[in-house]
C-alpha cells in the first residue's frame, strides 16, 4: 500500500546534541509537510517542500532545518536540540497544491535527555 | 489562527451514531472543510472534506448547512476504535492547514 514511512517511531537525544528525522513516502506526491505536536496541542506546521521549493513557517525557529534529496525523502534536522523541542514529530504529504488532502504518517515521537 | 469552533469532548455509547458539530461562520466561498482523526499516539488520519455539497464516504458522512457556516461529522455505527481526537479544518485553496483542539470524542461500552 502506498504509504508515509517515519523512521524512527521514537528518538532519544541529549539536550544539544543534533538529531535527524527522516519521512519517506511511496505516494509520488509533490508536497511533503512537517508538524510539531506537543503534548495535549494540536499539530503545528513547521515548514513543507513544494517540489524542491522550500517554505518555512515564520515562527519556526532557526533550530529547525529540512533537506528534501529527492520525491520520496523529506529529513527534518534539529541542530541544537533543547527540552522544549520534545514533542511528536509528523510528516504529511499531498498530491500537489496546498490545499490538497494530506496524508500523515505515525509520526516520530522525540525525547530530549 | 483556526477557523472553526468544536465542542471540547464528546461521549458516545458503543453502536449509536456519534454526530460531531463544528461551526465556522466566517467560512469563504472557496473554502473546503475537512475532518481528520488522531487516535492516540499515532498521526492524523484523513476522514472525508467537502464544500458544498453533503458527502459520504465508507468512514463517515459530512453534512454541511447551506449557509456553509457550520458542519457535522457523523460515524454511524461508533466502535471503541473511534475513540479519538476529530479535528475540523476550514482550509482556503492554497493555503496550510491549520489545526485548532479538536473534539475529543469518547466511545463507551
Known amino acids: 500500500d502506498a504509504m508515509v514511512i517515519q523512521n524512527p517511531r521514537y528518538q532519544v537525544t541529549q539536550f544539544g546534541k543534533p538529531v535527524t528525522l527522516s519521512c519517506s513516502q511511496t505516494?509520488?506526491?509533490?508536497?511533503m509537510y512537517w508538524y510539531q505536536q506537543k503534548s495535549s496541542q494540536a499539530p503545528k506546521l513547521l515548514f513543507h517542500?513544494?517540489?524542491?521549493?522550500?517554505?518555512n513557517e515564520a515562527d519556526t525557529p532557526d533550530n529547525f532545518q529540512s533537506r528534501r534529496p529527492n520525491t520520496s525523502f523529506c529529513f527534518l534536522d534539529i541542530r541544537s536540540p533543547g527540552l522544549g523541542d520534545a514533542a511528536m514529530y509528523l510528516c504529511?504529504?499531498?498530491?500537489?497544491?496546498?490545499?490538497?488532502?494530506?496524508?500523515f504518517g505515525p509520526g516520530t515521537r522525540l525525547t530530549v535527555l | 489562527d483556526a477557523k472553526t469552533t468544536q465542542p471540547p469532548s464528546m461521549d458516545c455509547a458503543e453502536g449509536r451514531a456519534a454526530n460531531l458539530p463544528c461551526n465556522h461562520s466566517?467560512?469563504?466561498?472557496?473554502?473546503?472543510v475537512y475532518w481528520y482523526r488522531q487516535i492516540h499516539s499515532q498521526g492524523p488520519q484523513y476522514i472525508i472534506h467537502?464544500?458544498?455539497n453533503n458527502e459520504t464516504n465508507e468512514m463517515a458522512s459530512l453534512i454541511i448547512t447551506e449557509d456553509r457556516k457550520s458542519s457535522t461529522l457523523i460515524l454511524p455505527h461508533a466502535t471503541l476504535r473511534d475513540t479519538a481526537v476529530y479535528y475540523c479544518?476550514?482550509?482556503?485553496?492554497?493555503?496550510?492547514?491549520?489545526f485548532g483542539p479538536g473534539t475529543r470524542l469518547s466511545v463507551l461500552p
Open positions: 504529511a504529504t499531498s498530491r500537489d497544491r496546498q490545499g490538497d488532502t494530506q496524508y
Open positions: 505516494l509520488n506526491h509533490n508536497v
Open positions: 517542500y513544494y517540489d524542491k521549493d522550500f517554505n
Open positions: 466566517t467560512i469563504s466561498g472557496n473554502e473546503y
Open positions: 467537502g464544500l458544498k
Open positions: 479544518i476550514v482550509l482556503p485553496y492554497g493555503q496550510n492547514f491549520v
